[in-house]
């Protein structure tokens, strides 16, 4: 299981020296739909952050082996109290189980930010094309 991920965001000029400096590392370079100037460079190793300022989650449940990494598909975080938190987290759980049989489900976790008390993550992975 992946225990961790960081990602950070930028220009694709300032966040593409990252993967030639860092080749071993799991890096993993997306781009916004709206507005292609716009990226984020996802650290997949599980390893400690190498951006300086990450953003930075830690796993708390993965579906799927996670083994073929694409893009995410899509990411969204959340600023939660305890008692939404815990509905949330429900929910959550059992849309990645239920997302698990489905065909061309590459995987998806549910993080937890560790820089933000509450702050809630949830990815799910799309194959890369092959």
């Known amino acids: 299981m992946l225990n961790q991920i960081s990602y950070t965001s930028g220009s694709k000029g300032v966040l593409e020296p990252f993967l030639a400096k860092y080749p071993s590392r799991h890096l993993v ?3 916004d739909a709206a507005d292609q100037t716009r990226c984020t460079l996802f650290d997949l190793s599980g390893e400690k ?4 300022n990450p953003i930075s989650f830690t796993t708390l449940q993965q579906n799927g082996l996670l083994t073929n990494f694409g893009p995410f598909i899509h990411l969204e975080s959340y600023h939660l109290d305890a008692d939404p938190e815990k509905v949330l987290l429900k929910h959550a759980r059992q849309l990645l189980v239920d997302l698990t049989d489905q065909p061309g489900f590459n995987g998806g976790m549910l993080l937890r930010n560790k820089d933000r008390t509450g702050a809630i993550g949830a990815g799910v992975l ?3 094309p092959g």
């Open 29 to 31: 370079m997306t781009m």
């Open 49 to 52: 952050p190498i951006f300086s």
């Open 126 to 128: 799309c194959p890369v």
